[in-house]
């Protein structure tokens, strides 16, 4: 029985997108991206992404008007951005807006799947699937800051922090199975086995329906609140949102561009890391872990797939050991962390969590390819 719901499970996971073609989408490359229609939407939702930025933190003092001091932060487990008293009515309204939202989104990516599939796309007209994303991407981040104006709670208040970080966290690592095949997994060196192509497919098939619910899971899971941690992470939604958006155009696709929302993670767990030591007097003090671990996951996986010269990624890798070291020799030679930190090699506890999950999410894309070969086979 347990095996049967295994089973079940892991093909309802990698099925769910199984229309979805986009790998094999033929995109012409004879025109300049720049003079794209898509080229012309990403400038757009980049502008209106950081509106929204702006009017975070314009806003905020109404915040303060409306709603009562929030509870003192206890530690990495708790979260402090939610009312000290639950409101059911709030979280009902809060939970309707989030799967309104998800459903949407999941429609809109369902249709394409459908109608997308295995067609060569014209560069010189803007896809439907384009406009109806763009559309929901700015009435929902509207909606969402309104929200947060009213009632102010996000999902935080009923589920905990670890399930809107480990969405995240799952996304990029299942993002290093997908690239695997074109950038390797360390230096450029692929994984042939676990993370073949194959494997690597399944997850072009289906990643649109898993990315899609940890970007909007985490979206409405915080309130729309001013705190450089929150400014940085909303930002940092917007890239993640305008990449989806995108979908079916060579933008999407553009290794820049790709490399710029992939390592904006280093810019945004790092202020969120300082805003906990300054806001929260943490002690000790987490960024330079977020800092050291993910760029170590910039310099020695994603800037391999960008065909750069030998010089400038060694160039790259000597900055970071450079850096490395300077983080923990002591003051005035450098910035003084304490060497047990070093001895306990928490600049690698990031890509080490990563590439555990990437390895679970490989084992689990390999058992599925093992049962359809079987479920083929005897049919």
């Known amino acids: 029985m347990m095996k049967l719901f295994i089973s079940l499970f892991i093909t309802f996971l990698m099925e769910a997108g199984n229309d979805d073609q986009m790998v094999d989408i033929k995109l012409p490359n004879d025109v300049s991206i720049i003079k794209t229609n898509a080229f012309r939407v990403w400038v757009a939702l980049l502008i209106f992404t950081l509106i929204e930025v702006i009017l975070i933190f314009y806003f905020e003092p109404l915040l303060r008007l409306n709603f009562p001091a929030l509870n003192p932060d206890t530690g990495p487990e708790?979260?402090?951005?939610?009312?000290?008293?639950?409101?059911?009515?709030?979280?009902?309204?809060?939970?309707?807006?989030?799967?309104?939202?998800?459903?949407?989104?999941?429609?809109?990516?369902?249709?394409?799947?459908?109608?997308?599939?295995?067609?060569?796309?014209?560069?010189t007209k803007i896809l439907k699937y384009t406009m109806l994303m763009s559309a929901?991407?700015?009435?929902?981040?509207?909606?969402?800051?309104?929200?947060?104006?009213?009632?102010?709670?996000?999902?935080?208040?009923?589920?905990?922090?670890?399930?809107?970080?480990?969405?995240?966290?799952?996304?990029l690592s299942i993002l290093l199975v997908m690239q695997n095949p074109k950038r390797g997994l360390f230096f450029g060196r692929k994984e042939k086995k676990l993370m073949r192509p194959e494997v690597a497919k399944t997850f072009m098939t289906s990643h649109q329906i898993i990315f899609s619910w940890a970007l909007v899971y985490t979206f409405w899971f915080h309130p729309m609140e001013s705190s450089p941690?929150?400014?940085?992470?909303?930002?940092?939604?917007?890239?993640?949102?305008?990449?989806?958006t995108l979908a079916y155009t060579r933008i999407h696709l553009n290794k820049w561009w790709v490399l710029i929302v992939e390592s904006y993670v280093v810019i945004h767990a790092t202020i969120v890391a300082i805003a906990q030591w300054i806001d929260f007097d943490a002690d000790p003090p987490m960024w330079p872990m977020f800092l050291l671990g993910f760029l170590a996951m910039l310099v020695f996986t994603y800037i391999h797939g960008l065909g750069l010269k030998n010089w400038l990624r060694w160039s790259i890798i000597a900055a970071y050991f450079v850096l490395l070291i300077f983080m923990y020799v002591p003051q005035p030679f450098g910035?003084?962390?304490?060497?047990?930190?070093?001895?306990?090699?928490?600049?690698?506890?990031?890509?080490?969590i990563l590439f555990l999950i990437a390895f679970i999410a490989a084992a689990i894309a390999h058992i599925y390819l093992i049962l359809k070969k079987r479920r083929a086979g005897s049919n």
């Open 78 to 123: 708790d979260y402090y951005w939610k009312l000290n008293v639950r409101d059911t009515l709030t979280m009902i309204i809060t939970w309707t807006f989030y799967g309104a939202h998800q459903i949407s989104v999941w429609i809109v990516i369902y249709w394409a799947h459908k109608n997308y599939r295995e067609k060569k796309l014209d560069k």
């Open 136 to 171: 929901i991407l700015i009435g929902f981040t509207l909606l969402h800051l309104l929200q947060t104006h009213i009632w102010y709670d996000g999902l935080a208040q009923d589920v905990p922090i670890l399930t809107s970080q480990g969405s995240v966290i799952v996304m």
């Open 229 to 244: 941690a929150l400014l940085s992470g909303f930002f940092f939604m917007g890239l993640l949102f305008i990449q989806m």
């Open 335 to 352: 910035f003084g962390r304490e060497i047990t930190y070093f001895l306990r090699f928490e600049f690698l506890w990031i890509p080490i």
